[in-house]
């Protein structure tokens, strides 16, 4: 019987996985270091990055980079969500969901437009009735990123306000506002030991009905970003009775059907073994490290490593963001999530299905396969909410045609050619390119007297525009 790993990795790979292991020695190394340093070395250190970037910097690099630093600099230092808010003149609300199985999630609320603060919304016979909808972050995310951005022209819930809608903001178990439970505490691994099984089968639905109580709606209108997407997807897929609460389904960026990772030897080495995450960071939460990173490196130098790490990942370029939103919006990028939730990830993306977390990880390794069991995918086909799909045409992380194959056959599909997966939140030009066709789903399902009727008269009505679209451009 071979044992795991041995004969499953080729010499390239062992010298990934080894180099792995070395790298996040080092890491740990640094962050306990870290912890027991004084404030006074944390700051000649940050301070010494900022002179290594301004050497290996022209002097017109520098000037642009301190015309950025004031747009961006509050942004940056922003403490939370309701201070961001707060700098574009915007009152939040902070609400907290207890899911089914006793976690407390930390989710946010914008219902008024400035001037609006004193009148009541959706809270009784003599409020104001807005229209629900609820926006949900990505993998390693928290609700900041929606409204890291410098100007609010370009911040989706602001705009939703602006537009009449009461607009919620959800979290997952685990990051920087969901990391308490009535059950364990964040230092033991039970508290850790969650998947986007947990995040489909509890949070989402749990935070919609929350939502649904507090502001007596019959439906919302969901939008999600990424993850948020798979969330939504998966949930919608096993609850029923969701898909009478959730009027449309907006996916930006949508992830479930992900091709992989961009470079090879780390796809090929999660894809024999997704459990060899376990070995390089445990069982709590995955680069925990990655805010001391950002404490010590200088905001210019963080935004560039971040841009790195993506383009070895995923092959991203990052164009389509200026560099004042990089260094508004990375340091808001990073929140707490699983090891497991992201093992789940590359069991998907090993499998090619989007399945639910396979617990029995002996089988893989061991190089067969059971008949006998058989890991349950998400039922993806059975939702009967309208789907809105808006896709990056430049996002390594979607394969469109195979999630079109998983989805009901009403699904609408639109994509932004140039876009890639981190631009349809801060993109120069997200306004424009994306905001339209949110408000334009936003505005025919939320009103509408019969959904599937209005479903159908949606597509009929996309497929004519983007047929006259690409008559024009020939």
Not at 434 to 452: G, K, Q, S, Y
């Amino acid at each position: 019987m071979p044992l795991p790993f041995l004969g499953r990795l080729n010499i390239t790979e062992y010298v990934a996985l080894v180099g792995s292991f070395v790298l996040v020695g080092l890491e740990a190394f640094i962050r306990v270091m870290t912890l027991a340093l004084p404030s006074s070395l944390l700051n000649l250190f940050y301070r010494a990055s900022r002179r290594l970037f301004n050497r290996l910097t022209s002097p017109a690099q520098k000037e642009a980079e301190q015309r950025r630093k004031s747009i961006s600099s509050s942004i940056r230092n922003a403490s939370d969500f309701v201070d961001l808010c707060a700098m574009f003149g915007y009152t939040a609300e902070e609400h907290v969901v207890q899911t089914k199985d006793g976690y407390l999630l930390g989710i946010h609320r914008l219902a008024w437009r400035k001037g609006e603060e004193d009148m009541k919304v959706n809270s009784g016979p003599a409020s104001i009735k807005k229209r629900v909808v609820y926006l949900h972050h990505g993998l390693l995310m928290n609700s900041e990123v929606w409204i890291s951005l410098t100007d609010a022209r370009r911040c989706l819930p602001f705009v939703l306000v602006e537009q009449g809608f009461d607009v919620w903001l959800g979290n997952n178990r685990g990051n920087k506002y969901s990391k308490k439970s009535i059950h364990c505490s964040p230092t033991s691994t039970q508290f850790w030991n969650f998947s986007i099984d947990q995040f489909a089968f509890h949070d989402i639905p749990d935070s919609i009905n929350y939502i649904l109580d507090f502001t007596r709606q019959p439906s919302l209108s969901y939008i999600g970003f990424s993850q948020g997407t798979a969330q939504a997807f998966a949930s919608l897929s096993v609850h029923p009775k969701l898909n009478d609460q959730v009027n449309v389904f907006i996916a930006l960026a949508p992830a479930m059907s992900v091709p992989g990772l961009n470079n090879g030897i780390v796809d090929a080495l999660i894809k024999a073994s997704p459990q060899v995450l376990f070995l390089l960071f445990g069982r709590r939460s995955i680069l925990s490290s990655a805010t001391m990173w950002q404490s010590i490196l200088y905001p210019p130098l963080f935004i560039k490593v971040i841009d790195m790490g993506n383009n070895f990942l995923f092959g991203w370029k990052s164009k389509n963001i200026s560099v004042s939103q990089k260094l508004a919006a990375y340091p808001h990028l990073y929140s707490f999530t699983s090891t497991k939730s992201v093992v789940h990830w590359f069991q998907i993306i090993r499998n090619k299905s989007f399945q639910m977390y396979d617990d029995d990880v002996q089988t893989p390794l061991l190089g067969g396969s059971n008949k006998y069991t058989k890991v349950a995918k998400y039922p993806t086909r059975n939702i009967r909410t309208p789907i809105v799909v808006v896709y990056g045409g430049s996002d390594s992380l979607v394969d469109i045609k195979v999630m079109l194959k998983e989805l009901p056959s009403r699904t609408v599909a639109t994509e932004i050619p140039h876009y890639e997966h981190l631009d349809f939140l801060w993109a120069r030009d997200v306004d424009t390119q994306v905001f339209r066709h949110i408000f334009d789903a936003l505005e025919n399902f939320t009103n509408a007297d019969n959904p599937l009727e209005e479903y159908e008269s949606y597509q009929r009505a996309r497929s004519a525009s983007l047929s006259a679209s690409a008559l024009f451009k020939r």
